[in-house]
């Protein structure tokens, strides 16, 4: 039996192929079922992002399997039959194992550690054991590498700082003011980014809004988006002095908010600390206003420096992510090797052999009396029960049988081999 | 015995001083652990050592200069347990620890001969002065570090270079709040220890002032935090501002502590 891995990502394929490959709604369990039915495939998971689909396997004969299921995949989504060829990719074996890991810990994202990947594979996951599409191989592995997932959380910092834009402000802003709940918030010119900043503002707990637009209406329905007040824009100078965070994207050709107003609005707050964040260009905020104190003002070049800078240490990080995928490899190939039937078959002959010897020791010792005859006649009939006694196990081992993974475990844990110290951990 | 004590509590120090700088340059959970247990395992033998002096003169040790600077590091390293304990922020260690190793490598090097108390000086009220004075420099030590703590964190959000140490740095409103929080602690303790003072010169001497150095110095460090306060909450100085006084503030309370002694003479001198 073979680990496999069959799948394209935003590497190899273009979006619009990955789009037309996307396993979503009913599609999946149908795919699945159909897929779990192709000769040779054991097991089956499908995991469907729109940055990657891919189908893992275990199966008994790959190339077959493999190219029958690349004709089911033509014919499922109605492709051209060399459409695939490119961008499909194929991992067996530990390279299948590593593919996975790697997949899990977020290191083969197109934005390295996002954390949205690893409830994805559990969810694809879920889903294939409740539909009883995987066995014990494959939710062994899945479950490993939700660990190593895990550990390469912990032990790196590859998602411990922002990488986009937004992300970045939220993270700065923490580290002006601590907590963001309690905090007010306003809104200068309406523009996608902003509207994205404010929600990621939002979602860490900033209640109070204000929205100010040239066009008053505009304004009225983002604040209402939001759950915030509207304000005509006149009279944003006058909010500042209310205003802990501010986004500005006006669109306007010249600087809007000018040093007077910060000075202004800086002395009514009693030098309370303002974050504000220029994401327009042309810059619509005086940038000699970062000169004041307690006011730290970021335009968008500053926050992609910081973005970029948070880029090159996950970068950095990942390398380290790479070893700890490494060393679980080979703590799940141990495991993997104690599913095969020649160890397992030692194991017990030697278990069996030391438990005899152990025994005749013990006896030839209480009766030192016996004649060198008489010892031979007791050694041979011990082995002759030993061998009778664990005929059937071994047979039962040897057999190519459907159920031989269980068949193993089952007779590890009844004669007590070790070797499976990775479940008891 | 009790130098003993003190030899191995200031090893202690030193050893977590050192972990303080790992821990600035390599921050991981192993080393801001070891520094806590070696902070731990000092104060707890530094504790042992004033015990053991107490019992032995029978009076509140903080009557020599040695004894007053081992007890002034002390109350910090109270003081650090306490804010650990409350505000768990990130690196305060590495900033206040290289202040009490060098407050008690100061006092390794006094004499430590355990004097007989001068009878102007026998009175219970040597205990509560010196009690309040301690705590209330204990708190400007603090503010001090938190200072020199927002001064590096308000460096990076203001350059824009946001590397170094600045994950790992608490935010600016926390240490702005912790310096603050500090100086209103460390000035009532202060203003306590002059009005104790003045009482205790007025039973043993008949005079409430005598514009003895320690006397004036302490008034100009009693002005300078009362300007902070007043400046924070009349004109907004706060943050920065509100930093570098403290720096500033924390400098006087060393002039006064270390440089009325050994400089200029007074009654408060040993």
Request: charged share 25%; hydrophobic share 45%.
């Amino acid at each position: 039996m073979k680990i496999a891995v069959v799948g394209l990502n935003h590497k190899t394929a273009d979006v619009e192929l990955r789009e037309k490959l996307a396993f979503n709604g009913p599609k999946l369990e149908e795919g699945l079922f159909s897929i779990k039915a192709i000769a040779g495939i054991k097991e089956a998971a499908i995991l469907s992002t729109c940055n990657r689909v891919e189908i893992y396997l275990t199966v008994t004969d790959l190339q077959q399997a493999f190219s029958s299921l690349k004709d089911f995949l033509v014919q499922f989504f109605d492709l051209k039959r060399d459409s695939l060829d490119t961008a499909l990719y194929l991992h067996e074996d530990m390279m299948a194992v590593k593919h996975i890991f790697r997949v899990a810990s977020s290191l083969d994202s197109m934005v390295l550690g996002e954390p949205q990947i690893l409830g994805q594979l559990k969810d694809a996951f879920d889903f294939a054991l409740e539909k009883k599409a995987t066995g014990a191989l494959l939710n062994r592995l899945l479950k490993k590498s939700i660990s190593v997932a895990k550990r390469v959380r912990t032990e790196t910092r590859i998602a411990s700082s922002a990488v986009s834009i937004s992300f970045a402000a939220v993270e700065l802003a923490k580290k002006i003011f601590t907590d963001l709940s309690g905090k007010s918030f306003m809104l200068l010119g309406a523009g996608e980014m902003a509207e994205l900043a404010a929600k990621h503002m939002m979602n860490n707990g900033v209640q109070e809004i204000a929205v100010a637009n040239r066009t008053y209406e505009r304004g009225c329905e983002l604040a209402h988006e939001f759950n915030g007040k509207a304000i005509k824009f006149e009279e944003f100078p006058e909010k500042l002095v209310n205003t802990d965070i501010l986004i500005c994207s006006t669109g306007a050709p010249a600087y809007v908010l000018l040093k007077e107003h910060m000075q202004k609005a800086m002395k009514l707050r009693k030098q309370k600390p303002v974050f504000l964040i220029d994401i327009s260009v042309p810059r619509n905020i005086d940038p000699a206003i970062n000169d004041m104190d307690n006011v730290y003002l970021y335009n968008v070049d500053d926050l992609n420096d910081v973005v970029d800078t948070n880029k090159q240490e996950r970068q950095k990080e990942a390398e380290k992510a790479e070893e700890i995928v490494e060393e679980e490899i080979e703590t799940f190939k141990k495991w993997l090797s104690t599913l095969d039937s020649v160890p397992a078959v030692v194991a017990l002959r030697e278990k069996a052999d030391a438990i005899r010897k152990e025994e005749l020791e013990r006896f030839f010792n209480r009766f030192p009396a016996l004649g060198e005859k008489e010892r031979k006649a007791i050694e041979g009939l011990s082995g002759a029960i030993m061998n009778k006694l664990i005929h059937g196990p071994t047979v039962a081992l040897k057999d190519d049988a459907e159920d031989k993974d269980i068949m193993i475990s089952v007779i590890r844990k009844l004669y007590g081999l070790n070797g499976d110290d990775d479940e008891k951990r | 015995m009790e130098t003993l004590l003190f030899e191995f509590a200031l090893t202690c120090y030193f050893a977590a001083t050192i972990a303080c700088g790992l821990e600035l340059f390599k921050g991981t959970k192993t080393t801001s652990r070891i520094m806590f247990g070696l902070v731990v395992a000092g104060f707890v033998l530094h504790t042992a050592n004033i015990l053991a002096r107490y019992f032995i003169s029978g009076h509140m040790p903080t009557a020599s200069l040695h004894e007053a600077s081992s007890f002034f590091s002390w109350c910090i390293v109270l003081l650090f347990f306490f804010l650990e304990y409350r505000y768990r922020v990130g690196l305060l260690g590495s900033f206040i620890m290289p202040v009490v190793f060098v407050l008690m490598l100061t006092s390794s090097m006094l004499p430590r001969k355990i004097e007989n108390l001068s009878p102007l000086l026998q009175s219970s009220w040597l205990f509560i002065h010196t009690a309040f004075a301690f705590i209330g420099d204990a708190a400007f030590a603090m503010a001090f570090g938190v200072g020199i703590m927002y001064l590096v964190q308000e460096h990076y959000v203001k350059s824009k270079h946001l590397g170094g140490l600045f994950k790992r740095l608490p935010s600016l409103q926390i240490l702005d709040e912790m310096n603050y929080r500090l100086i209103t602690i460390g000035f009532p303790f202060l203003t306590l220890a002059i009005i104790t003072g003045a009482l205790w010169a007025e039973t043993a001497l008949g005079r409430f002032w005598r514009w003895d150095p320690k006397e004036v110095w302490s008034l100009i460090t009693w002005f300078i935090y009362a300007a902070v306060l007043h400046l924070r909450l009349t004109k907004g100085w706060r943050g920065k501002k509100a930093a570098i006084l403290s720096i500033i503030g924390f400098c006087i309370v060393l002039f006064t502590f270390f440089g009325v002694n050994l400089l200029l003479k007074g009654y408060h001198t040993f």
